[in-house]
């Protein structure tokens, strides 16, 4: 892969995560934060709807089959840590007091070309 690839790449990512962001809103979740990092891991978007903390993975492919591939048992890994040092105090997030209170849940966001994107609730558990 050149880096000119890639850096096709990373912004089809970028437009892929506003999307999911625009799709969210209009579904009544409120955005926390976007690409949300701390030591332990990075979340896409971490969102709120109601008392639930929702932290959600965007996966934009050429397909929609290849969207659901590419969510490994690593990646779910890492952004369960990721939630785990965010509940745990590491990296304050704006609207995010008491996380300890919320119940939490993974989702994922597919984004394929000329296609809805498909929001899987609860998409894993740990």
């Known amino acids: ?3 000119e690839d890639r850096r096709k790449a990373y912004r089809y990512g970028i437009s892929a ?3 999911a962001c625009a799709y969210l809103r209009c579904k009544g979740y409120r955005i ?3 690409r949300y990092r701390n030591a332990m891991g990075e979340i ?6 109601g008392r639930t903390l929702v932290a959600i993975e965007v996966k934009a492919r050429k397909t929609l089959e290849q969207c659901e591939e590419s969510i490994t ?6 952004i369960a840590r990721a939630v785990e040092g965010l ?3 590491q990296g304050a997030v704006r609207g995010l007091a ?6 939490v849940r993974f989702d ?10 498909r929001h899987i609730r609860n998409a894993w558990r740990m």
């Open 73 to 78: 048992p690593w990646k779910q890994q890492k």
């Open 1 to 3: 892969m050149t880096l």
């Open 98 to 103: 008491n996380a300890h209170q919320f119940d």
């Open 87 to 89: 509940l745990s105090g």
């Open 32 to 34: 926390l934060a976007e």
């Open 108 to 117: 994922v966001i597919w984004v394929a070309p000329k296609r809805w994107p």
């Open 44 to 49: 896409d978007i971490l969102a709120r709807k």
């Open 17 to 19: 995560e506003k999307l």
